[in-house]
T-cell receptor
Framework: NAGVMQNPRHLVRRRGQEARLRCSPM?????VYWYRQLPEEGLKFMVY????????ESGMPKERFSAEFPKEGPSILRIQQVVRGDSAAYFC????????????FGQGTRLTVV | AQSVTQLDSHVSVSEGTPVLLRCNYS??????LFWYVQHPNKGLQLLLK??????LVKGINGFEAEFKKSETSFHLTKPSAHMSDAAEYFC?????????????FGTGTRLLVSP
């Protein structure tokens, strides 16, 4: 059973471009979470999704950021018109249900905006 | 509001000596607490978790943590450090009032192990 797969591992974008980060949850997991880790900081919750539904996006910046988890395929975190401050590591986690179960994390995508 | 405070940003130990990484929590509810480890350029791995069962929790790689309600602490310990333990460690609390497992991370403690 493969773990949570994130790609790409490293992504470099120029200011103003779009960044697309992908996350394939573990087999059998229908709950996906995205977290952002800014340099020298802990992870901060961004968004929680189930298949075809955004359940909680209270940690998402109001503009330029969006997330989806379609019926088929990976979850996508999309950042439009990236700025230098978006440079961070973005981690995806998945779990089989909502509570009292371990969330398994992927290896993250390190986004660098130049 | 639920939160965790990691008291040390860096901890340095010699190989073979004990490790103590400190964490205090703040919670209105009986919390679920975790320790995660992050090796350089790697993802996060769960070391151990406390979910209101035994107060002394044993994890992987010889780590353990003790939940002390009176001190609102959940410190991580290991009797003897190994070079491979050098990594970033995060104390994490799970928010219980959101309907799902929303994790709140501490700022991390970097463990340095010298020969």
């Amino acid at each position: 059973n493969a773990g949570v797969m994130q790609n790409p591992r490293h992504l470099v974008r120029r200011r103003g471009q779009e960044a697309r980060l992908r996350c394939s949850p573990m087999k059998g997991h229908s709950h996906v979470y995205w977290y952002r880790q800014l340099p020298e900081e802990g992870l901060k919750f961004m968004v929680y999704l189930q298949k075809e539904n955004i359940i909680d996006e209270s940690g998402m910046p109001k503009e330029r950021f969006s997330a989806e988890f379609p019926k088929e395929g990976p979850s996508i975190l999309r950042i439009q018109q990236v700025v230098r401050g978006d440079s961070a590591a973005y981690f995806c986690a998945s779990s089989p249900d909502t509570m009292n179960t371990e969330a398994f994390f992927g290896q993250g995508t390190r986004l660098t905006v130049v | 509001a639920q939160s965790v405070t990691q008291l040390d940003s860096h901890v340095s130990v010699s190989e073979g000596t004990p490790v103590l990484l400190r964490c205090n929590y703040s919670s209105s509810y009986s919390p679920s607490l975790f320790w995660y480890v992050q090796h350089p350029n790697k993802g996060l791995q769960l070391l151990l978790k406390y979910t209101s069962a035994a107060t002394l929790v044993k994890g992987i790689n010889g780590f353990e943590a003790e939940f002390k309600k009176s001190e609102t602490s959940f410190h991580l310990t290991k009797p003897s450090a190994h070079m491979s333990d050098a990594a970033e460690y995060f104390c994490v609390v799970s928010l219980m009032n959101t309907g799902f497992q929303k994790l709140v991370f501490g700022t991390g403690t970097r463990l340095l192990v010298s020969p």
